[in-house]
């Protein structure tokens, strides 16, 4: 099934006048699907392998161990939203999605095809690290990540997140991979939970009992700020930008 040219991946919806040319008119449902399932299994790869790698020759250095998480993180965010940006807009993360969805600028159904194959790459993702790393294939995180600082943290990191990508969006979208990757790379820093921002990633991360785990039954409160965020987030873009980003 074509999309059809008035797609628009670089902005989830229909093409509109601030289409940079990008728009691949011939893409399928199928590429884009692929697209986002392959993208966020790169990105937990990255996430998980690096925390791995990290946690092993960082000899206890847990601010080490972070620095080295974070710098792969966001290089290859960089590099998974420049090679896959112009086919399904890289969206890669459900509230990004879920976004684009409630402006109207992507179709329902295909919105719910977008996230379904986040989570499924994110957990495909985290199986064949383990697989490199000669773990377990199957792990449940137990790893302590709760209370009200770092509820408050991915309020804030999913807020943030969506504001770069709509902002970017708006002044400058050939910018948008270098902005999400240098803002997650120093949210790890700046927030107390590390700035997971994506309900897939956090799903995800529950199953790697690792240096990047989160215990299962707390990523559910997670991802309910994490859509927090995105609410906010939405409200802002309206107010500050939503001239701009119109379809």
Request: charged residues 10%; aromatic residues 10%.
């Amino acid at each position: 099934m074509a999309i059809g040219l008035g797609f628009c991946p670089m902005y989830g919806g229909m093409r509109h006048n601030r289409c940079l040319g990008k728009c691949q008119g011939s893409c399928t449902v199928k590429n884009l699907i692929f697209a986002e399932f392959f993208g966020v299994g790169f990105l937990l790869i990255a996430v998980v392998g690096s925390g791995i790698m990290a946690e092993t020759l960082a000899d206890g250095n847990i601010a080490l161990a972070l620095l080295a998480n974070a710098i792969a993180t966001g290089c290859m965010l960089y590099c998974i939203i420049t090679l896959f940006g112009p086919i399904s807009g890289a969206h890669f993360n459900p509230i990004v999605t879920l976004a684009f969805v409630l402006r109207g600028d992507m179709p329902t159904k295909l919105g719910a095809a977008f996230i379904a194959a986040q989570i499924f790459g994110a957990i495909t993702g985290v199986l064949l690290t383990h697989a490199m790393f000669d773990q377990s294939l199957f792990q449940l995180s137990q790893t302590p990540r709760t209370g009200a600082p770092l509820w408050i943290s991915e309020i804030f990191a999913s807020f943030g997140l969506l504001l770069i990508i709509f902002g970017g969006l708006a002044q400058n979208s050939k910018a948008i991979a270098s902005m999400v990757a240098l803002y997650i790379t120093g949210a790890y820093w700046f927030t107390a939970s590390t700035s997971f921002a994506n309900p897939a990633v956090s799903i995800a991360r529950a199953l790697s009992d690792t240096f990047a785990g989160i215990y299962p039954a707390h990523a559910p409160m997670f991802i309910l700020c994490q859509l927090i965020g995105m609410v906010l987030a939405l409200l802002a873009v309206q107010a500050v930008f939503d001239r701009q980003t119109k379809v």
